[in-house]
Structures are given as C-alpha cells and as structure tokens.
C-alpha cells in the first residue's frame, strides 16, 4: 500500500526558521535507511505558507488567495510517499523518524487510494488512460 506522510507545520516551520545541520544529518540518515529498505518513493520540505497560494473553488468561480494561513498546525511543511506492506508498517517507520521540527510536532499517516478503491466508477477506459498518465510521468522522471 501506498501512504503520504505528512510532516505537520509548527509556528517555527511556518516562521521559516531552517532546521539545523544536525538535523539535517539525522533526517538524511533516516531518508536513506527509507531508501534502502525499499519504501521511499518521494520526500520533501515546503516552503512556509507565506510563499503559497491558495485556490478556492465555488462552482465555475476561482478565487486566489495569498499566504499565509493559520492556524499552522493544520498546515504541511513537508511529506514522503512511501510504499509499505501496511499502516503498521509505516507507523512503526514514524516512530523511528528524528523529530522533524525544533519542538513538539506531529507526523500524520494518509493511505493512498489505489485503483480498486474506486470500484465500477473507474471504467476500463479510465484505467486505461490512469495507466498512460502514469507511464508518461515515469518516462520524464527518468530524463
């Protein structure tokens, strides 16, 4: 199963307060002991919200608004996306993690939905073009 691990944002990520070279050092360490036990798909920091946009969406109407946002533990400062054989798994790798923020912070689990999450709704025709937009996405990661 797939998973997206979400680093939650704290009043310092969201002040944009770097995290130190220690910190940086464990969570390489951390990232590459993902990479070798074959889980790691991606993993990445985000800027703070003052760097982001939102778009609101209300029928055919858009509307953007600049950043940032609050309350900030409800934010994201940074994900994996990791391919485990289960929940349990991916928690007991969450507990392993460094803590990723200077104080207290919270990592949150997400299951990926898969193809057969969607039953009748994704018809043959829509795998088919699921399958296409995954192989070209592939093909341009490898360029």
């Given at each position: 199963m797939?998973?997206?691990?979400?680093?939650?944002?704290?009043?310092?990520?969201e002040a944009g307060i770097m995290p130190s070279?220690?910190?940086l050092t464990e969570m390489g360490q951390f990232n590459e002991e993902l990479a070798r036990a074959g889980?790691?798909?991606a993993a990445e920091g985000l800027h703070p919200s003052s760097?982001?946009?939102r778009v609101r969406f209300s029928g055919t109407?858009?509307?953007?608004?600049?950043?940032?946002?609050?309350?900030?533990?409800?934010l994201v400062a940074g994900y994996w996306l990791w391919q485990v054989d289960s929940m349990e798994e991916a928690i007991a790798w969450v507990k392993r993690c460094p803590n990723p923020m200077p104080g207290d912070s919270d990592i949150e689990i997400r299951p990926v939905f898969e193809a057969e999450d969607f039953g009748e709704a994704l018809t043959p025709k829509l795998r088919e073009q699921e399958d296409r937009i995954r192989a070209q996405v592939e093909t341009r990661q490898q360029e």
């Open positions: 797939k998973v997206m691990v979400f680093v939650k944002a704290t009043h310092d990520s070279e220690q910190l889980i790691l798909l760097r982001g946009v109407d858009r509307a953007v608004t600049q950043g940032p946002f609050a309350p900030a533990q409800e």
